[in-house]
């Protein structure tokens, strides 16, 4: 009795076509399963000055003319461009994408800022 045993051992595969399907179909769960899990809403650009106040998707593209200076928002980025102050700071700040980064026009009264859930956190601690 033990060697029919064995010999079926022997002779069984050791995978059938439904034990791939299945193991197929638990890596795809797992897989969307940790993608719900970390993906991250998208960011909001938020848009403050005397005369404007708005939010704007991070993930959109969008150009906001404010009376000193205008605000581009591109591929994930914000950046100002034609501001009218005299020292042009928040031109030369560059472009930002994370969530918590800022450009600030002091002369022009002009807060633009990053808002939503991001990498510095994890960052910063």
Known sequence: MNEDRIKSVKNSKPFTVLDIIVAVILLIAVGIAIWLIYRTPPAT????SPNYRDEVRL??????????LTVVIED???YV???TCRDGTC???????????????????????IVG???LVWEVG
């Not at 650009?45 to 403050?48: E, F, H, L, N, T």
């Open 45 to 48: 650009v938020k848009i403050v």
């Open 59 to 68: 993930d959109r593209n969008a150009v906001i003319e404010l009376e000193a």
């Open 76 to 78: 994930g980025c914000v």
């Open 81 to 83: 461009t034609g501001s």
């Open 91 to 113: 031109e030369h700040i560059g472009k930002i994408s994370r969530a918590g980064q800022s450009i600030v026009c002091l002369p022009n009264e002009v807060v633009i800022s």
């Open 117 to 119: 859930l991001s990498d």
